[in-house]
């Protein structure tokens, strides 16, 4: 079975400064996807971005950018010029390949404090 | 579109009663899932179904029964709660096409057992 760590569980950073947040996996499985996800105060989970082990390209989104390797099975989330909204509890998931109903593994998560 | 909805946001139960949580997705979804995240472990998948009449046990499943009658809802039912299962329990669905087959999550629902 797949596992998802996340060793950090609480990080702080400054206001408008850069952050990242470690994740890694184990998987014996060559193709699979992963994702970074957000849960405010509101408990709302939000997706932020995500990554398919096929592409070698790490993934961008605005201030948020991923570096993936995928020989060390590490997918880490780089938060550039960090915002108050972006204080949250962090969650990386795994997801196998098409069949397996595409069933999440969640790591435990990191609570991300962003001082002013 | 509300995307994915539960009822009720939060609930008191005594040991021994029982509930049911409701979760609707208005996307057309083929798979839906019920999570519980408590402090320090993550979200852990308790059921999930794949489409309509269907369900399978995910990671957690003990003293939980679902039910998936129509393709928009899924339910997910405590028949006697015992303290262990305060939680905050989440409802997610998702495409079953190929891809990224991005889950999207419910509210949540908060429900302490006492």
């Known amino acids: 079975a797949q596992t998802v760590t996340q060793s950090q569980p609480e990080m702080s950073v400054q206001e408008a400064e850069t952050v990242t947040l470690s994740c890694t996996y184990d998987?014996?499985?060559?193709?699979?996807?992963l994702f970074w996800y957000k849960q405010p105060p509101s408990r709302q989970m939000i997706l932020v971005i995500r990554?398919?082990?096929?592409?070698?390209q790490n993934a961008t989104e605005n201030r948020f950018s991923v570096n993936f390797q995928k020989a060390a099975k590490s997918f880490s989330l780089k938060i550039s010029d960090s915002q108050l909204g972006d204080a949250a509890m962090y969650f990386c998931?795994?997801?196998?390949?098409?069949?397996?109903?595409?069933?999440?593994?969640f790591g435990t998560g990191t609570r991300l404090q962003v001082t002013l | 579109n509300a995307g994915v909805t539960q009822t009720p946001k939060f609930r008191v139960l005594k040991t021994g009663q029982s509930m049911t949580l409701l979760c609707a997705q208005d996307?057309?979804?083929?798979?839906m899932y019920w999570y519980r995240q408590d402090p320090g472990m993550g979200l852990r998948l308790i059921h999930y179904?794949?489409?309509?009449?269907?369900?399978a046990k995910g990671e957690v499943p003990d003293g939980y029964n679902v039910s998936r009658l129509k393709k928009q809802n899924f339910l997910l039912g405590l028949e006697s709660a015992a303290p262990s299962q305060t939680s905050v329990y989440f409802c997610?669905?998702?495409?079953?096409?190929?891809?990224?087959?991005?889950?999207?999550f419910g509210p949540g629902t908060r429900l302490t057992v006492l």
């Open positions: 998987t014996s499985e060559s193709d699979y996807y």
């Open positions: 179904s794949v489409g309509e009449g269907t369900t």
């Open positions: 997610a669905s998702s495409h079953k096409a190929g891809g990224y087959n991005e889950q999207f």
């Open positions: 990554q398919e082990a096929y592409k070698q």
């Open positions: 996307m057309n979804h083929e798979y």
């Open positions: 998931a795994y997801r196998s390949p098409t069949g397996t109903a595409s069933k999440l593994t």
